[in-house]
């Protein structure tokens, strides 16, 4: 991880060293790359919100901390002013957060940021949709 970016997580009260920090900027499925819908000869969501909600299950297998912290590092990142550390928080807020995350995120939908702009459309969409899924006693 970059200074710059380590220092900024520092700011936002987060611990760059932290395992789910590292995994949420540099070693999940979201990023730059992230898709949220159906890319050429692959089916919707494969790069990107069903392939990053299966990692996170796996890793939920492993730790069962880990939707939990990946969430609390979700809600410090949505505040980022850093483009990378906010649409990655975006991305995985779709997988992990809850109303108060819900809230944060379409507020993004307002940013200036285009590529921000989007992902938080986006995610706010699926996370909507996980939401409405989890009250009503079905699965996403």
Do not use: C
Request: aromatic share 6%; hydrophobic share 40%.
């Amino acid at each position: 991880m970059n200074n710059l970016i380590a220092d900024e997580v520092r700011s936002l009260g987060g611990e760059p060293t932290d395992d789910v920090w590292l995994w949420l900027l540099e070693r999940g499925p979201h990023g730059e790359d992230f898709s949220w819908s159906q890319r050429k000869n692959k089916p919707p969501g494969y790069v990107g919100v069903e392939h990053l909600q299966q990692i996170v299950q796996e890793r939920n297998a492993n730790d069962s901390s880990f939707s939990e912290r990946a969430r609390e590092a979700v809600t410090l990142a949505l505040r980022a002013d850093n483009p990378v550390i906010l649409r990655r928080g975006i991305q995985v807020a779709a997988v992990v957060g809850g109303e108060p995350e819900l809230v944060a995120v379409v507020g993004l939908a307002q940013s200036e940021i285009q590529k921000v702009a989007a992902d938080a459309k986006a995610s706010a969409f699926y996370l909507k949709r996980r939401l409405k899924a989890e009250t009503s006693g079905q699965s996403a």
